[in-house]
């Protein structure tokens, strides 16, 4: 399973827009990229997932190069609830039956 | 989105005791889940693959006779700490996989907390 690699924390204000981005190199043909916040004590949430190029949806970006080996994760104007860990992972239902191996992730925190 | 639940949210016992946590899939059907256990300012740890009607498949170093794991319909798998220690306290997570057109979805329940005293 690919290895990814993400800053470990981040700082932003409220109001910015916030890119975490996430390298992995050994990503495989089949994987997709996907990403999932998790706030204290709950369950990680999916936030955005892609193949290549760029996914939106309503809450967030996600930026994928033509050779895949990173992805950004855009959350636009940020506000205090968005303070969370943000997981990127690589994975194919394929590949090892679709198991997920979680990295230690970017704690966000958004300041007033 | 799909949801998964899990029950107990959080569960107290004595040591040596069993604990059982079940995972559902509220309005899918899961022929995969996930268990994960995560520690204190930790990452989520995978534990296990549990699949509908077969032997779960566990990490290394996961002590499969320790965590029992039953997926025995497609919206429920059960995991068991059996003889549960102080060190096994930790929030044990869920996951079941949703499988369209290539996409790997996985959604997860709220957690159990476990405290073993």
């Known amino acids: 399973l690919a290895k990814t690699t993400q800053p470990i924390s981040m700082d932003s204000y409220e109001g910015q827009e916030v890119n975490i981005t996430c390298s992995h190199n050994?990503?495989?043909?089949?994987?997709?990229i996907t990403w999932y916040q998790q706030f204290p004590s709950q369950g990680p949430r999916f936030i955005i997932q892609?193949?290549?190029t760029k996914v939106t949806n309503e809450v967030a970006s996600l930026f994928i190069p033509a050779d895949r080996k990173s992805s950004t994760l855009s959350l636009p104007r940020v506000s205090l609830s968005d303070t969370a860990v943000y997981y990127c992972?690589?994975?194919?239902?394929?590949?090892?039956?679709?198991?997920?191996?979680f990295g230690q992730g970017t704690e966000l925190s958004v300041k007033p | 989105g799909a949801v998964v639940s899990q029950h107990p949210s959080r569960v107290i016992c004595k040591s040596g005791t069993s604990v059982k946590i079940e995972c559902r899939s509220l309005d899918f059907q899961a022929t995969t889940m996930f268990w994960y256990r995560q520690f204190p300012k930790q990452s989520l740890m995978l534990m296990a693959t549990?699949?509908?009607?077969?032997?779960?498949?566990?990490e290394q170093g996961v002590e499969k006779d320790k965590f029992l794991i039953n997926h025995a319909s497609l919206t429920l798998s059960t995991l068991t700490v059996t003889s549960a220690h102080p060190e096994d306290s930790s929030f044990y997570i869920c996951?079941?996989?949703?499988?369209?057109?290539?996409?790997?979805?996985?959604?997860f329940g709220p957690g159990t907390r476990l405290t073993v005293l």
């Open positions: 050994n990503i495989a043909t089949n994987d997709y």
């Open positions: 892609g193949y290549k």
């Open positions: 549990s699949n509908e009607g077969s032997k779960a498949t566990y």
């Open positions: 996951s079941a996989r949703v499988v369209s057109g290539g996409r790997n979805e996985q959604f």
């Open positions: 992972l690589v994975g194919s239902p394929y590949n090892q039956g679709g198991k997920l191996i």
